[in-house]
């Protein structure tokens, strides 16, 4: 990841899919998945090949996609040196920004005699994340003084609002023909949003909660959404789930409620 193996990229892909073409399908059906519009993959590897394409909008658009779903991989990707065969290899990171740029969490370099000097940077700062791309750079150092003053501009104008996590409590909705009265409305995801700064006393929050709500009711079970707005514009929608399940009243719950309240005023 940060010395450039592209050996180790070939016998990985032998490994995972039996051959480097079976291994650059998985790719491409991938990259169709992700959206990656702009992009073919004619080997696994990189270099130049004929045919083989991509876009800055789709590097960026992997890069978020590797951070969010593994964000492991900056445990690697955030080295500066290390060694192989107790000391015998020494590594460098090729991404100089990971030694340069604060809160720098990766991502990875790239060049070849067509494609120049490119570069997937990433950073975090203050919970705000964001990924610069550079592609052709004329020399090594033009991609990270440009990537840099990307994510300058980044961090510079735009802050990450965080509305709620996952599991908080919005309120306690009631609910009838139930064995239990009410429920707790919980966020089902973390819910948050990248806006300009200066921007987040604009925001208004809008509730919608199941009206008569009756059980049975499912843990889990959408009761409702919040809608976050500004400038009159949808900019992030939460789901509102139940945060436990409520059996329906009957006969025997009835009975078995009544048995119980018994038991406690027998105690008190």
Same mark, same amino acid.
């Given at each position: 990841?940060? @010395?450039s193996?592209? /050996?180790?990229?070939?016998?990985? #892909?032998?490994? %995972? &899919?039996?051959?480097?073409?079976?291994?650059? =399908?998985?790719?491409?059906?991938?990259?169709?998945?992700?959206?990656?519009?702009?992009?073919?993959?004619?080997?696994?590897? @990189?270099?130049?090949? /004929?045919?083989?394409?991509?876009? #800055?909008?789709? %590097? &960026?658009?992997?890069?978020?996609?590797?951070? =969010?779903?593994?964000?492991?991989?900056?445990?690697y990707?955030?080295?500066?040196?290390?060694?192989?065969?107790?000391?015998?290899?020494?590594?460098?990171?090729?991404?100089?920004?990971?030694?340069?740029?604060?809160?720098?969490?990766?991502?990875?370099?790239?060049?070849?005699?067509?494609?120049?000097?490119?570069?997937?940077?990433?950073?975090?700062?203050?919970?705000?994340?964001?990924?610069?791309?550079?592609?052709?750079?004329?020399?090594?150092?033009?991609?990270?003084?440009?990537?840099?003053?990307?994510?300058?501009?980044?961090f510079?104008?735009?802050?990450?609002?965080?509305?709620?996590?996952?599991?908080?409590?919005?309120?306690?909705?009631?609910?009838?023909?139930?064995?239990?009265?009410?429920?707790?409305?919980?966020?089902?995801?973390?819910?948050?949003?990248?806006?300009?700064?200066?921007?987040?006393?604009?925001?208004?929050?809008?509730?919608?909660?199941?009206?008569?709500?009756?059980?049975?009711?499912?843990?889990?079970?959408?009761?409702?959404?919040?809608?976050?707005?500004?400038?009159?514009?949808?900019?992030?929608?939460?789901?509102?789930?139940?945060?436990?399940?409520?059996?329906k009243?009957?006969?025997y719950t009835?009975?078995q409620?009544?048995?119980?309240?018994?038991?406690?005023?027998?105690?008190?």
């Open positions: 990841m940060f @010395g193996a592209n /050996d180790c990229v070939y016998a990985m #892909a032998e490994y %995972i &899919a039996g051959s480097e073409e079976a291994f650059v =399908n998985m790719m491409n059906e991938k990259a169709k998945e992700l959206g990656m519009n702009d992009t073919t993959f004619k080997n696994c590897h @990189g270099l130049d090949e /004929d045919g083989h394409v991509t876009s #800055a909008y789709d %590097i &960026a658009l992997m890069s978020c996609r590797l951070l =969010n779903n593994y964000p492991e991989i900056t445990k990707t955030t080295i500066w040196m290390d060694s192989l065969r107790d000391g015998k290899s020494e590594l460098v990171n090729t991404n100089k920004l990971v030694r340069n740029y604060k809160g720098a969490t990766g991502l990875k370099t790239g060049s070849t005699s067509q494609a120049l000097f490119n570069l997937s940077a990433s950073a975090t700062r203050d919970d705000l994340s964001l990924v610069a791309v550079i592609m052709k750079g004329p020399t090594s150092k033009i991609r990270f003084d440009e990537a840099s003053k990307l994510l300058d501009y980044g510079a104008n735009f802050t990450f609002k965080q509305f709620a996590q996952k599991g908080d409590v919005l309120k306690e909705v009631d609910v009838s023909k139930g064995t239990i009265p009410s429920v707790q409305g919980i966020f089902s995801d973390n819910s948050g949003v990248l806006i300009e700064k200066g921007q987040e006393s604009s925001i208004i929050q809008n509730v919608y909660i199941e009206e008569n709500l009756s059980a049975p009711i499912e843990q889990g079970q959408k009761i409702g959404e919040v809608k976050y707005t500004l400038n009159d514009k949808i900019i992030a929608t939460s789901d509102i789930v139940a945060d436990k399940s409520v059996s009243l009957n006969i009835m009975c409620n009544i048995y119980w309240l018994w038991l406690t005023l027998l105690k008190g």
